[in-house]
């Protein structure tokens, strides 16, 4: 054995914390890297000249692709569990899925990835799907190595499953389960919220646009849904400052969440905070590492590069960068810094 198979996976991890979106681009940020950074990657050095000869850019590729992607997603997001300083107030984790356009090829279809994500931006786990309706019997292995005590879960209206409801009571979280119209929670529960007196109206100034929102909630001994305890109305006026165009949008939610469980703003927050997983994550991914916008589709390395730049997200977040193309660049100058990140020096 020349090279350990750990100190090529945190080449390869030390690389895209340092901006490489390819494997060339690891490649070459590994054979840039001094003697001293390749001792503390684990390389071991020649027996003969006592140098460390870095590994060729084909092998980090055929280590790669042959790594298990869903076991890599799991280990990273159990280490970045593990350095994460505990937060005040209740556990909220978004569940959203994204597909990896440039994956297709003409023997297998596009690479989709399931993922929870907290409030400030740390994936917990990675699970690969095959197409948007696969994401649903994927739900449940997602997040079963996290602990989801007393945790709120939001998703969009394809995870509106009963199942799904019934698994987050007996992992003993809460669910924030959107409805879209027209089909409302239940017609007893529209009926009433319609009956309610509107809430306070909250106006968010922004440009290109304004928007407004209302929530109303209402408290129900017995739903449709397993174990929901409330159902909510919110309403969106979004206006175009430009065009001076008016759009209204209007969403059911029910929440097993009890009645003062919650306020009214910490549950439009939950929910207008689970698209922050979009702007968060794979926003980033998209825009800093061009992953719609990569080709690579050898086995497994679609999965095992979209868990690498997981990682990366997320330990930057960790450092405290909310810009994570100004933090790569940081990082890019000098070889230690991703090692240091890591805790490795």
């Known amino acids: 054995m020349r090279h350990p198979w750990t100190a090529l996976l945190t080449a390869a991890a030390c690389a895209v914390l340092s901006g490489a979106a390819s494997i060339t681009a690891i490649g070459e940020w590994v054979a840039d890297a001094p003697q001293r950074v390749l001792a503390l990657l684990g390389f071991p050095p020649d027996p003969l000249t006592g140098l460390i000869r870095p590994p060729h850019a084909t092998t980090k590729r055929l280590v790669l692709a ?12 159990h280490f970045l569990r593990e350095c ?13 899925g994204k597909t990896l356009r440039g994956s297709r090829t003409t023997k297998q279809p596009t690479t989709a990835l399931l993922a929870p994500m907290t409030r400030c931006g740390q994936v917990l786990a990675r699970r ?23 945790a709120v ?15 987050l009571h007996e992992r003993g979280a809460h669910y924030l389960a959107v409805e879209e119209p027209p089909c409302p929670p239940s017609e ?21 646009r304004d928007e407004s929102r209302r929530l109303k909630t209402a408290a129900f001994a017995h739903l449709s849904y397993p174990h929901a305890r409330q159902a909510l109305h919110v309403v969106r006026w979004r206006r175009d400052r430009g065009t001076g165009k ?100």
Not at 84 to 96: C, E, T
Not at 136 to 145: M, N, R, S
């Open 153 to 167: 879960i939001t998703a969009d209206a394809l995870h509106t499953q009963h199942h799904h409801a019934a698994y």
């Open 246 to 345: 008016l759009t209204i949008e209007r969403i059911y939610v029910v929440t097993s969440l009890p009645p003062g469980a919650a306020t009214g703003s910490q549950l439009a927050a939950w929910i207008r905070g689970h698209w922050r997983i979009a702007n968060q994550l794979h926003h980033v991914r998209d825009r800093t590492f061009h992953e719609d916008a990569s080709k690579i589709r050898t086995r497994r390395l679609p999965r095992v590069m979209a868990s690498l730049r997981n990682l990366t997200i997320g330990v930057h977040r960790q450092d405290g960068h909310t810009n994570i193309a100004a933090a790569l660049r940081r990082t890019v100058r000098d070889h230690l810094r991703p090692l240091t990140a890591l805790g490795l020096a």
């Open 188 to 208: 007893r529960p529209a009926s009433a919220l319609a009956r309610c007196p509107p809430g306070p109206l909250r106006t968010r100034p922004g440009s290109p």
């Open 84 to 96: 994460q300083v505990p937060s005040l107030g209740r556990k909220v984790i978004a569940v959203d």
């Open 66 to 77: 042959a790594a298990d992607g869903d076991a890599l997603g799991q280990t990273i997001g």
């Open 128 to 150: 690969q799907t095959y197409g948007k309706s696969s994401e649903i019997p994927a739900f449940a292995p997602l997040l079963d190595g996290i602990d989801l005590t007393g």
